[in-house]
């Protein structure tokens, strides 16, 4: 068990940078495979970015490809999402989670964070 709390989230202009901070609890922080989800209002919640439980390996979503990137410090049991390049549609709400397996599959991770809200203006 893991329990995870996001943090970094707020309003910010088009164009602009943000970093989500995923603070874990738990000895086991490196035997998870972590990622980002966001929910925009009135959508469906989806796949950021995903990290292996060692870091070696990352992969995002098309959506964010090129401007948002994941990291992991497992000696500080934190993961990043540093986000450039903001858009208008990147508004929502985001949440970290952990999970056995690294996947993009939102229904095979079972610890989740509160969510940060992350608000881009045009």
């Known amino acids: 068990q893991v329990q995870l709390v996001e943090s970094g989230g707020g309003l910010v202009q088009a164009g602009g940078s943000l970093r989500l901070s995923c603070a874990a609890s738990?000895?086991?922080?490196?035997?998870?495979?972590m990622a980002w989800f966001r929910q925009a209002p009135g959508k469906e919640r989806e796949f950021v970015a995903g990290?292996?439980?060692?870091?070696?390996?990352?992969y995002s979503a098309d959506s964010v490809k090129g401007r948002f990137t994941i990291s992991r410090d497992n000696a500080k049991n934190t993961v990043y999402l540093q986000m450039n390049s903001l858009k208008p549609e990147d508004t929502a709400v985001y949440y970290c989670a952990a999970g056995n397996i690294y996947t993009t599959a939102q229904n095979l991770y079972k610890n989740w964070g509160q969510g940060t809200q992350v608000t881009v203006s045009s």
């Open positions: 738990g000895r086991t922080f490196s035997s998870y495979a």
């Open positions: 990290i292996t439980q060692s870091g070696t390996n990352t």
